[in-house]
């Protein structure tokens, strides 16, 4: 078996060359690519890039939204031996130029026209890049032969027909630099061999039994090794198909048009498609919205007594048969009724909602891990599901705590260094060849990995108190007022939280209680929204101890998006970029603290 990323693309090529690989819709209709056409089409660009000059061990970008050619250009370059520099859209000229240069990158690829002219202003700042290639969205869309602009129709097959000498590429060779800086920090590449990615790839296929029976939906960025190992690799290796979602507020639009067998998402996706889910039971009638809390009190019941071992009862049986066909089924088949797995990572997943979503039959496995490990490091067994861990480490992959209770990693997924970093590279792996996460965790007696925090996110009061701001954000965000939440306090006396709200959900609470408005700002501003906001904390801090309390908020109108910057690809809030944009309106809140109330509920 190969043990590169485009020698097992080859072979699943080879198995299933007229089964889809590829597909995404224009309008109400599919375009689909077999694997057959998939590999002439990275044959033909593989000619097309070594017209331009690239040669094994040069970097090539990829700044794109998903879509098929991503994974054209992608494999194309892999083939050559060259390392795929992945770009996010939304990411800044300056941050582009930066990658650029420091990867010394050599051919950039573009999605489209715009995304080529965004970064139009730094070019003459980036000496390395000699040639720039733009896909063409309609040619694939059309079914015509082009791949990019300058590429006629009739060239297609004259470039297919000529013969590539493709290197010899090693699993040790680098495949990728991956540039991240988490939520804070500046961009380094993470530089991931092609065996890093294919024994992350085969031990997620194994563990979750991926074949070419299945199929799934991307939406998250490709440029994110969560997707591009997870829902990219993973499937193609193994035959399946891949649907592209038109954008991701249409996720679910395409999940229930696709249908798929597994999904990848991340706790933000989840959260909303629950949010959405209650909303919509809450505007049936009193009659719906009871048997949906009583199908949910039963099927949770039924599901407490088999993890506990205990027998269920017959009259529970019964009723459970009845709930599932009344309401869980629904809810599967919204999802297109084939779901058999959804792989949650990027961040902690709600256990309340975890445990919906279970109870209604989803099977909903959690992972953890960072793109320093290719990325996965740990995720749910398929039989043994402990809600509230991230499961245990995969095959071949060591996991232990060390101090601070840290998460330590070893194992063939563990990249090999930042690029042109030695120091950080030396402070990220140690002389064992363990993998320093950052993450705080705990491992239980039968190996489950369970994450408690995070070592740059601990936020240390002036009073010197150690506090993780994730648990008081999860609690504060179940509110269905609350739609993102960040609390704050880094040498500060008190926690201060900045919330944006539900703005459906505020705009019934308005409509509920007749609050007049002229505008949404204008509503965000009211007294009555903050005493309702107000309120939602208050109940969240009766449950805290008080140096963990929030002290002070305030109402955000704008959501923390990809597009502004405030989260990361996989839908974390960037701490750092939020606090600094809104450093004023923090500073003001605790000038308010301190001159309007001393501290409640005793010393901090």
Same mark, same amino acid.
């Given at each position: ?12 090529a080879?198995n299933h ?16 690519? @077999?694997?057959?056409e ?5 044959d ?10 690239v ?5 090539v ?5 998903n ?6 250009a992608?494999?194309a ?18 941050? =582009?130029?930066y ?6 990158m ?10 080529l002219? &965004?970064? &139009? ?7 390395d890049?000699?040639?720039? =290639?733009l896909l ?15 590429l006629?129709?009739d ?23 991956? $540039? ?8 380094k590449g ?5 065996a ?8 997620? @296929?194994d563990?979750?039994g ?7 939906v991307s ?24 649907? $592209?979602?038109d954008?991701?507020?249409?996720v679910?639009?395409?999940?229930a048009?696709?249908?798929p ?16 889910a ?14 949906v ?10 599901a407490?007594?088999r $993890? ?11 009723k ?11 809810f599967?088949d ?13 961040? &902690? ?5 975890a ?8 099977n ?7 793109t ?13 599901i ?16 060390g ?8 194992g063939?997924n563990?990249m090999k260094g ?13 002389s064992?060849?363990?993998?320093h ?20 996110d ?8 150690n ?20 609390v ?10 900045l919330v944006?709200p ?7 609470y ?10 949404y ?24 101890? &008080?140096?963990?309390?929030v002290?002070?908020?305030d ?6 998006t ?13 701490r ?10 923090i500073?003001?809140? $605790? ?6 109330r ?7």
């Amino acid at each position: 078996m190969a043990d590169t990323i485009h020698g097992l693309f080859r072979e699943a090529a080879a198995n299933h060359r007229d089964k889809v690989a590829l597909r995404h819709r224009k309008g109400r209709r599919y375009i689909q690519m @077999t694997y057959g056409e998939l590999e002439s089409w990275v044959d033909a660009v593989a000619a097309k890039l070594v017209s331009l000059g690239v040669r094994q061990g040069d970097t090539v970008g990829i700044l794109s939204h998903n879509r098929p050619q991503w994974v054209i250009a992608d494999l194309a370059t892999l083939s050559l031996g060259a390392g795929v520099v992945p770009l996010y859209p939304t990411l800044p000229p300056s941050y =582009l130029q930066y990658i650029i240069n420091d990867s010394h990158m050599t051919v950039l690829v573009a999605g489209d026209a715009l995304l080529l002219t &965004s970064i &139009s202003t730094v070019m003459d700042e980036t000496p390395d890049l000699a040639q720039t =290639l733009l896909l063409d969205n309609a040619a694939i869309e059309l079914g015509t032969s082009g791949f990019a602009s300058d590429l006629r129709s009739d060239l297609k097959d004259d470039l297919s027909r000529r013969t590539v000498a493709y290197p010899d590429v090693a699993g040790d060779d680098l495949a990728t630099l991956v $540039y991240t800086s988490g939520t804070t920090g500046t961009p380094k590449g993470v530089m991931l061999t092609h065996a890093n990615i294919v024994s992350n790839a085969r031990a997620l @296929t194994d563990r979750y039994g991926i074949c070419s029976d299945d199929s799934t939906v991307s939406y998250l960025p490709l440029s994110h090794m969560f997707e591009r190992t997870c829902g990219y690799y993973t499937f193609l290796f193994a035959g399946a198909t891949i649907t $592209y979602a038109d954008q991701i507020t249409t996720v679910g639009k395409d999940v229930a048009a696709a249908r798929p067998t597994v999904l990848i998402a991340v706790p933000r996706v989840l959260e909303k498609a629950h949010a959405a889910a209650r909303w919509k039971i809450e505007g049936h009638s009193k009659r719906k919205q009871a048997l949906v809390r009583s199908a949910i009190r039963g099927l949770n019941e039924r599901a407490n007594r088999r $993890y506990r071992g205990e027998r269920v009862s017959p009259l529970l049986a019964l009723k459970c048969a009845l709930y599932d066909r009344l309401v869980a089924k629904k809810f599967r088949d919204a999802a297109g009724g084939r779901l058999r797995i959804i792989v949650s990572g990027g961040a &902690s997943l709600d256990k309340r909602i975890a445990k919906i979503l279970f109870v209604v039959g989803f099977n909903v496995f959690e992972g953890y891990g960072m793109t320093e490990a290719s990325p996965v490091i740990a995720c749910s067994p398929v039989d043994g599901i402990r809600i509230g861990t991230v499961g245990t480490p995969l095959e071949g992959v060591e996991v232990k705590i060390g101090e601070s209770d840290e998460i330590l990693v070893r194992g063939p997924n563990v990249m090999k260094g930042y690029l042109g970093r030695p120091e950080e590279t030396a402070e990220a792996l140690d002389s064992d060849g363990w993998l320093h996460s950052g993450d705080q965790g705990k491992l239980d007696a039968d190996g489950y990995l369970s994450i408690t925090g995070r070592l740059k996110d601990l936020i240390v009061t002036s009073y010197g108190k150690n506090i993780s701001p994730r648990p008081m954000e999860e609690k504060i965000a179940r509110s269905k007022y609350v739609a993102q939440v960040m609390v704050c306090g880094d040498n500060r006396k008190y926690l201060v939280a900045l919330v944006v709200p539900d703005s459906e959900a505020i705009k019934q609470y308005a409509s509920d209680n007749a609050i007049a408005f002229e505008d949404y700002a204008a509503l965000l501003g009211s007294e009555e929204i903050r005493e309702l906001i107000s309120g939602e904390i208050d109940r969240v801090n009766k449950t805290a101890p &008080s140096y963990e309390q929030v002290r002070g908020f305030d109402i955000l109108p704008e959501e923390f998006t990809l597009e502004n910057g405030m989260l990361t690809p996989t839908l974390k809030p960037r701490r750092g970029r939020i606090s600094m944009i809104h450093e004023d309106l923090i500073e003001r809140l $605790y000038t308010h603290i301190e001159t309007q109330r001393a501290p409640e509920g005793g010393t901090p």
